[in-house]
Nanobody
Framework: QVRFVESGGGLVQPGGSLRLSCAAS????????MGWYRQTPGKQREWVAG???????NYADSVKGRFTISRDNAKNTVYLQMNSLKPGDTAVYYC???????????WGQGTQVTVSS
């Protein structure tokens, strides 16, 4: 069954902004800390940001101060507001639990973010 559905990616110029969304199955969302991850071709998937049920957040150093993670518990949705985007942020973005747990092999289709002039 579908557990994670990401959306909101696109092509943006350097310095621009995007807001990603991820709808997760309620049984997962209610229990787990949620996170955003990203992957570029030939590289391992890397963690980007995480948010607890209570709204506590943490970020990878590479995005700290530029990205903001949030969640809407009523909608079982986690968001990633990305500002001041750089070409190095180009990747496919995914959501999952954080840290990866029993759903670590159940990735969604992801959403492509391309930062280019």
């Amino acid at each position: 069954q579908v557990r994670f559905v990401e959306s909101g990616g696109g092509l943006v110029q350097p310095g621009g902004s995007l807001r990603l969304s991820c709808a997760a199955s309620g049984s997962i969302f209610r229990v787990y800390v949620m996170g955003w991850y990203r992957q570029t071709p030939g590289k391992q998937r890397e963690w980007v940001a995480g948010i607890s049920n209570g709204g506590l957040t943490n970020y990878a150093d590479s995005v700290k101060g530029r990205f903001t993670i949030s969640r809407d518990n009523a909608k079982n949705t986690v968001y990633l507001q990305m500002n001041s985007l750089k070409p190095g942020d180009t990747a496919v973005y995914y959501c999952n639990t954080h840290p990866l747990g029993p759903y670590g092999d159940s990735w969604g289709q992801g959403t492509q973010v391309t930062v280019s002039s």
